[in-house]
């Protein structure tokens, strides 16, 4: 191999590094954020719940643990989504939606919710999640001898195109869930952590290729120890975390419950 192909191939340890924590740290986040929104205790207390983000053919990346048996449903669901409509028949703004169980795996109260992501008008990742709703209809008590006494069927839909939200679609859950508003707010808590992973990740992609165009790490050197007479750094100065990172989740929830709110 020559010099030039092995330079291509060789993998950098500092970027490595800075991906991973960086895709750990956005679905982190998107569980904190589904965590504190959710209206029902099975999701905040019992953690019936995965947050993720999958590449653009819907490879797991990173997942924000809550109950691990979600993890093949969710992969499994977003290849399915991308099977019914293609890379090409998603756009910006698109979030799709379904609870089918024979997609996901499991039982109708498990609905995923899955935003694409895309970063110069092209499809990179998507951010997804599976929650358990209190309810999505059916009976009350006892076992059900079939899907349909056992609820509501979402199938692969768009629940948002293009920014704008399926009333029609919110409408037919609400009609069809023993406690609508509970059933929205979970909707809403969903939204509200796809949106933060969708926005986390483009933050982060920008990032990566800002840290790419740097020289490379061999020129990098590790500053020196400060003088003893040095000034500490402000409290105040531009390298503190900006207000924007600490306000996301309440942006994101605000838009969700513009979306979803009950009308």
Not at 29 to 37: A, P, V
Not at 147 to 164: D, N, R
Not at 172 to 194: C, F, S, W, Y
Request: net charge positive; with cysteine.
């Amino acid at each position: 191999m020559d010099a030039a192909a092995e330079s291509r191939t060789r993998t950098d340890p500092v970027m490595t590094e800075i991906v991973r924590n960086g895709v750990i740290a956005v679905t982190e986040e998107m569980k904190t954020n589904l965590m504190r929104t959710a209206y029902n205790l099975i999701i905040y207390e019992a953690l019936d719940f995965t947050t993720g983000l999958f590449t653009a053919t819907g490879e797991t990346v990173s997942i924000g643990m809550g109950l691990p048996m979600f993890i093949r449903g969710m992969a499994a669901t977003l290849k399915a989504k991308l099977a019914h409509f293609g890379a090409g028949g998603l756009e910006p703004g698109d979030i799709l939606i379904t609870n089918d169980g024979y997609v996901t795996g499991s039982h109708l109260n498990h609905v995923t919710v899955s935003l694409p992501i895309f970063h110069e008008g092209r499809l990179v990742a998507f951010a997804c999640c599976m929650a358990h709703w209190l309810t999505v209809g059916g009976v009350l008590s006892g076992m059900t001898t079939d899907i349909f006494s056992e609820g509501l069927q979402i199938p692969i839909l768009k629940l948002q195109s293009k920014g704008k939200l399926n009333d029609d679609l919110v409408d037919i859950i609400k009609m069809n869930v023993h406690l609508p508003e509970r059933a929205m707010g979970d909707l809403r808590a969903q939204l509200t952590a796809v949106r933060t992973g969708g926005a986390s990740s483009s933050c982060a992609i920008a990032t990566a290729r800002s840290w790419c165009s740097t020289p490379s790490p061999t020129s990098w050197t590790i500053p020196s120890a400060p003088r003893a007479n040095a000034r500490a750094p402000s409290p105040t100065a531009p390298t503190r975390p900006s207000r924007s990172w600490t306000t996301m989740a309440s942006r994101s929830a605000s838009a969700s419950r513009s979306a979803c709110g009950s009308r």
